[in-house]
């Protein structure tokens, strides 16, 4: 490195932490004992996410690298941790001149946050780098269902076409009632995704594992208590089968399953010779 701020006995030098997280909330932290600001991103001086709190094995495993801190920043708080508001966060570490902060950085890593793990004012965090995607299938495996997310590049579907934003008229417990023009067809939202747009749950997302018109019922509680008037963005979801993407969709041509491909159990259907 031929940096003039990582040269000599003295340096300049910060660690910087940037996490965008899947609601969009992006936030920045430095080792530096004062905020900085890079890109027009403040990162704010965080001395409990220390350097040495980041270690990477030379294992792949599992990604190699986990992160831990201590959650003393009123940006970290326990409950957004315990809600999940953090698992799918985007990471970047990285060194920067404190003194140029908008100069050459030198990147370190970067990934993404697994599952958040956490005790007493400690979190521990596994971070899927590179590594991780030598854990995923080389060629697609064989389904009778679809493999393709609903409204993704594959399924081709427009995703404004099913998705719209409700208010709460009534819930109870993990039964919402959604008021607003709702799809035609009966248990069009179950298989389908909920994220809220506001209240103390706002940022969150929950899968929906059945509905019936404008009830949904979503696939775990939310950790705050749902109020009626929050609002809610929905995606109508789909159960992957051929008949639905047929009859439903009419986007059979982009099915990706092989309902009729024969399976392992065709070998139990018919009696052995001994």
Known sequence: MSDAWLAGPLTSAAYGWRLERRDGVTMGF????????????????????????????????????EISGAINHAAIRRDDLSAGRWDGADLRVFLFDWTNPDAD???????????????????????????????LPVVPLTSPGCRAQFCDADCGLNYRRYYGEYQVAAADGDQITLSGPLPDVAGGFAYGQLRWLDGPNGGLFHSIIASEFGLVRLAEYPPSPILPGAKAAVLQGCDKTLATCSGRFHNAINFRGEPFLPGNDLLTRFPGDG
């Open 30 to 65: 430095t080792s530096h004992d004062r905020n900085v600001e890079i890109g027009g991103l403040l990162y704010r001086a965080s001395p409990g996410m220390e350097p040495t709190a980041i270690s990477e094995s030379l294992g792949l495993e599992s990604g190699g690298l």
């Open 105 to 135: 950085q030198r990147h370190l890593i970067s990934g993404r946050l697994g599952e958040v793990r956490f005790s007493d004012n400690e979190f521990d965090v596994e971070l899927d780098g590179a590594a991780a995607r030598l854990n």
